[in-house]
């Protein structure tokens, strides 16, 4: 498989296992030395893997969607490479709070030991709403059976 597909799925792991909250499959997807920027989107600049997780752990987020299209990824080496996809996300919070999120992820990548890992990334919004007191609909509550997903919550 080329490298340009294999940084795709590596992006499309990023996603299933954030919103499934799989923290282990998660940190895989990330170099050790990962530096994640999202003081664009409101958050912080956070150094290394395991903070990074940490740092997105305690955000206290019940459900989440987050979705990436429309990749530019340019290979800048044999093992490094760039790249620029759209999000959207949405995400609902223990206070019943709830954000909708148009951006870009920009990113760099690195190959270590034959597999590509998020280097750096950069989340930068193009739109972001808010939305404070709603309860939250949740995928496997009673009453939500119309509602499924790979890792519904229960």
Known sequence: MDDIEEIRKLK??????????????????FAPDV???????GGEKI????????YVRQLGIVQSV????????????????????????????TDGSQTHGWGHYLETYQ??????????????YLRFERSIGLPPIIAGAEGTEHLSGINPAA
């Open 12 to 29: 499309a792991r990023y996603f299933r296992a954030l919103d499934a909250q799989d923290w282990d499959l998660y940190a895989s997807v």
């Open 35 to 41: 530096v994640v920027d999202t003081t664009r989107g």
């Open 47 to 54: 150094e290394g893997r395991e903070p990074f997780v940490n």
């Open 66 to 93: 987050h979705q990436g299209h429309m990749p530019e990824i340019e290979l800048t080496g044999e093992t490094t490479a760039t790249g620029i996809w759209a999000l959207e996300d949405y995400n609902i919070y």
């Open 111 to 124: 190959k270590i030991d034959g597999r590509w890992h998020i280097k750096t990334s950069s989340l930068s």
